[in-house]
Nanobody, 117 residues
Framework: VQLVESGGGSVQAGGSLRLSCIAS?????MAWFRQAPGKEREGLAA????????YYADSMRDRFTISQASTNYTVYLQMNRLKPEDTAMYYC???????????????WGQGTQVTVS
């Protein structure tokens, strides 16, 4: 499974971004994580592509929304009211996760950088 993220960039605090992740094939669960320099990888949200079940890290639930396209194995992460502390590399992952724990995922994209100033 190959994953390609896009949609990162630089934005001012309070702004929004939508990240996209395209998988090369159908997967069971897809998820978003982020990692800031010097910090551990942090789970944000996950979605079961077949059943549509969604999981969020509690701290992300009010500003971030995960969704999927109806076709072409694409998952989105809508991020609103961004803060400087949201600055990080954002990664898409796929596997039989069922959670937002990174150890539950086998396949990872290269990441897309988000910078909030």
């Amino acid at each position: 499974v190959q994953l390609v993220e896009s949609g990162g960039g630089s934005v001012q605090a309070g702004g929004s971004l939508r990240l996209s992740c395209i998988a090369s094939t159908n997967t069971y669960d897809m998820a978003w994580f982020r990692q800031a320099p010097g910090k551990e990888r942090e789970g944000l949200a996950a979605i079961a592509t077949a059943g549509g079940s969604i999981y969020y890290a509690d701290s992300m639930r009010d500003r971030f929304t995960i969704s999927q396209a109806s076709t072409n194995y694409t998952v989105y992460l809508q991020m609103n009211r961004l803060k400087p502390e949201d600055t990080a590399m954002y990664y898409c992952a796929a596997g039989y996760g069922g959670s937002v724990h990174p150890d539950a995922y086998n396949y990872w994209g290269q990441g897309t950088q988000v910078t909030v100033s």
